[in-house]
């Protein structure tokens, strides 16, 4: 018996020593990859020394002796930081996910390779300017001298992610850069997603009119009243297809294809110097995109030769995106310019490789396009095209739902332009001087659409960027539905002139702002966008920036960080009015007694959506459940596709604007309920579902325990222990319509987990630039093992900034280290 026990702690003290073994192992490897930012380094490519200077943030302050030197820096400082990130976008834009997951990511590469974003974006290379060409060459050279670096020292492969997903690394060039800027472009778009839910909704509705409810026009000025789409394609069985819903878009972390309702979004706002009490113009910005770990955002200061330049950056692209310089001030939201269109395509049934067009019939442009799979056997895609762009297979975006028989669907996006100037637009904005230049700058953006918000000196000024469709005024759908391909009216005409996109400088009122609002009340089609992006935030917004005479950077920096729902001050009235304090006192235990309570939290709550709080989880399970129950019965499995509470159509449905009320009554039964029934019977369902996941200590529930940021490893994120490590979860205020914006999943076993805002937050000052702040959700670092993986994020959550700074002094006090890159001999 003794020498058992003997061999059994043998065993066990084996399986422990190797088991730090292994660790160990791993942790060394792993480390291998983390960068050394206190070096100097020999290196080809670049002219005279430059130094890269990383403050006690992480942020790298690049100099150099031309231009083309500091972007070579700062590809290779983007190189040392998120290596993995980049080549996965690359990948990702490419087509070529599946090589290293398998099958997981498929559907994903197929979507790709029907897009042809890198092959558009490798014909776009030749039509940038000058300055941009060079900054693209001298970046993809800064982005291998570090992968040279990685290969020459073994330096663990570059990421710890490279030794699980162990796959080649082709050298970086210019196309690279300029694909990414389309992944962007396709992470911004919810165009596509629109046209098909408009057209599902209408297909699926007994009374056309009700389209005008649940998908309403921002108010305002209206248009004419649309056809419904059954009217404007042709199928008699698209009734019974659109009420299925098929596999829509690829689920995985790694899909760049936004989940409706979150598409891209942002705040932007400036005040000139007479509504500043410094006497110097202001300009805030938060975009907001999907949460990652790390965040899509890069914080970097080039030192250019007219001057410093700082702000946000996206690895792999050599501009800065949101930011300043010694001159200027910019930031960007979302536009929701309407910049796709869905075609209808008829299939000749005499011969299926030719679809209908103005002309006649015409053969499909076809190629082959191979996808390899990890571990599985390659699979062959036939690509084809159209004149209106390329074609869908029905298994995207449950575009099969509304595709008639005889007919495929086709595409016509900004996007896909083979001459996409975007680039240069990003890397001339950096050198413009005052509000005039930068708007000149940007006249060459194609796709994504954004608004530029802009200060100089003493000029604040709002522009519309990016390629506006020309639209014929008697387009089927105006552009709102899919329509039929070979109908000359319904094809694009054109591009508008870039005159034609909004644009406003120096207003009367000295502020400006946009929350992916309404910016303009013209006619199609002048009209932008049918689909603004918000309809609550700007409201609250307003009302901050009317609150004082003059602003201060604390002022902004408040407004940016403002919980207040707009969105509940005004429902919540709507529909507890008949609620509110009434019916008999009922005994504890009882669900009576629990609307009650929750009634009497509600009725005494100013709409803060603070993170220690229950009454903002009480609310929002309040109204999902009351959407679901008013839209249920009209929309069956359609319904589904609502993830997100739309608080126009609430407010029309109990304000019943136009005869909306209808939606209360449940169709299928035979009492004719009310809307205070119906928000009853919702209350009572958000009350149970709330019991039997938290308890019914409605006063203990805290809103951040379910509204957590998830900022998780998209490819790491989901495996066992190591999530743990890898995926940054915190709890957080805000919510789908506040200004500090954390949009919800609205899905699956947690649908309030905060999944989509601010990534970067910038705020500056141009009384005193150097008292500028900024900050990103995550850290500089891709790497988990480094302390700057997540080093800013507790900042981040709790609201704080650090100094956006180009004094070089300062940046150098406190410098985790200064990497000088010296030319290599020849």
């Known amino acids: 018996m003794r020498r058992v026990f003997r061999w059994l702690l043998r065993i066990a003290g084996g399986m422990i020593i190797l088991s730090v073994l292994t660790v160990s192992g791993v942790y060394y490897l792993a480390s291998r990859s983390l960068p050394d930012y206190d070096k100097t380094l020999s290196v ?53 996910l599946s090589e290293v997951f398998g099958m997981r990511t498929l559907a994903i590469d197929k979507l790709m390779r029907r897009y042809d974003l890198y092959a558009l974006a490798i014909k776009s290379v ?26 020459r020292d073994a330096l663990g492969r570059g990421a710890p992610e490279m030794f699980l997903f162990n796959v080649p690394v082709a050298p970086w060039q210019p196309a690279d850069s300029i694909a990414i800027g389309k992944l962007m472009a396709v992470q911004l778009s919810g165009s596509l997603s629109s046209e098909i839910e408009r057209a599902r909704v209408s297909l699926a509705l007994p009374d056309r009119k009700m389209l005008a ?66 006497g110097g113009t202001l300009l805030a910005n938060d975009p907001h995109l999907g949460f990652t770990a790390p965040t899509i955002w890069y914080l970097a200061r080039l030192e250019l030769q007219q001057g410093g330049v700082i702000g946000g950056t996206i690895p792999g692209i050599p501009s800065v995106l949101t930011g300043r310089s010694h001159f200027l001030g910019w930031g960007l939201t979302s536009s929701y310019l309407d910049d796709l269109d869905v075609y209808m395509e008829e299939i000749n049934p005499e011969n299926t490789e030719e679809y209908r067009t103005p002309d006649g019939w015409k053969r499909f442009k076809t190629r082959k396009s191979i996808i390899e799979i990890k571990d599985e056997a390659p699979v062959t895609l036939t690509l084809r095209w159209t004149d209106n762009g390329p ?53 060459v953006q194609i796709a994504p659409s954004q608004n530029l918000m802009l200060a100089d000196a003493d000029t604040i000024a709002f522009k519309t960027i990016g390629a506006m469709p020309e639209r014929d005024p008697a387009h089927d759908s105006q552009g709102r539905m899919p329509s039929l391909g070979w109908r000359a009216e319904n094809r694009w005409k054109g591009i508008l002139p870039n005159a034609d996109n909004p644009e406003i400088i120096s207003p009367e009122s000295g502020i400006l702002g946009n929350t992916n609002n309404k910016t303009v009340d013209r006619p199609f089609p002048y009209h932008v966008t049918f689909d603004w992006g918000d309809t609550q935030r700007i409201h609250r917004l307003q009302r901050l920036m009317q609150s004082r005479q003059v602003h201060t950077r604390d002022s902004f920096i408040e407004a940016q960080l ?29 669900p009576e007694r629990l609307r009650q309570d929750a009634l009497t939290l509600l009725a005494e709550w ?130 789908d319509n506040t200004l500090m914006r954390g949009a919800t999943k609205g899905t699956g ?37 480094s302390r700057h993986y997540d080093d800013l994020a507790q900042l981040w959550r709790r609201g704080e900034y650090i100094p956006m700074s180009l004094d070089t002094a300062l940046a150098r006090a406190a410098a985790v280290g200064i990497t000088h890159l010296n030319p290599a001999a020849p």
């Open 391 to 443: 074609v869908l297979p029905g298994s995207h975006y449950n575009l099969d739902t509304v595709t008639p028989p005889g007919y495929v669907a086709s595409v016509n996006w900004t996007a896909l332009s083979d001459h996409d100037t975007t680039l240069t637009a990003g890397v001339e904005l950096m050198y413009a001087r005052n509000v005039q230049q930068a708007i000149e700058a940007t006249k």
């Open 562 to 590: 403002d919980t207040v729902s707009f969105t509940a001050r005004t429902l919540l009235p709507l529909i507890g009015k008949d609620l509110w304090f009434t019916g008999e006192p009922a005994p504890k235990g009882t």
């Open 44 to 96: 080809k490519g670049i002219s005279a020394p430059v130094e890269i200077v990383r403050d006690n943030a992480n942020v790298p302050h690049i100099f150099g002796k031309s231009d083309a030197d500091v972007y070579f820096g700062l590809g290779y400082a983007h190189a040392q930081d998120r290596l993995w990130q980049m080549i996965t976008m690359r990948r990702t834009v490419q087509g070529r």
């Open 213 to 278: 409810d649940i998908l309403p026009d921002v108010p305002g000025k209206g248009i004419a009243e649309l056809p419904d789409y059954a009217s404007l394609v042709p199928g008699e069985e698209l009734n019974r297809f659109a009420q299925s819903s098929g596999p829509g878009l690829p689920d995985s972390p790694l899909s760049p294809f936004p989940a409706p309702g979150l598409e891209g979004a942002s705040n932007a706002f400036a005040a000139a110097p007479s509504r500043s009490a410094s």
């Open 749 to 785: 076993s947690d649908p309030y987990l905060n999944v989509h805002g601010a990534g970067y937050r910038g705020v500056y000052d141009f009384a005193d630039p150097d008292s500028s702040v900024f900050i990103t959700s995550t850290g500089q670092s891709g790497h988990p093992l």
């Open 606 to 735: 100013n709409g803060e959506m603070n993170e220690h709080m229950p009454e903002p989880l009480i609310y929002a399970a309040w109204v999902a459940a009351l959407q679901d129950r008013l839209i249920r019965d009209e929309l069956g499995p359609v319904a589904d596709d609502f993830t997100h509470v739309q608080p126009v159509f609430i407010e029309r449905v109990f304000r019943d604007v136009d005869g909306a009320s209808r939606w209360c009554d449940i169709i299928q039964s035979t009492p004719v309920e009310t809307c205070t029934d119906i928000a009853r019977q919702s209350l009572d369902a958000a009350l149970i579902w709330i019991s039997e996941r938290y308890g019914d200590n409605l006063e203990s529930l805290r809103w951040g325990d379910v509204h957590q940021a998830a900022q998780d490893h998209p490819t790491l994120g989901n495996i066992p222990i190591l999530r743990y490590f890898v995926n940054i979860r915190q709890s957080t205020s805000g919510g």
């Open 126 to 151: 030749a039509a940038q300017d000058a300055r941009t060409t060079t900054a693209l060459n001298a970046y993809a050279a800064g982005v291998n001298a570090r992968l040279d670096e990685i290969n």
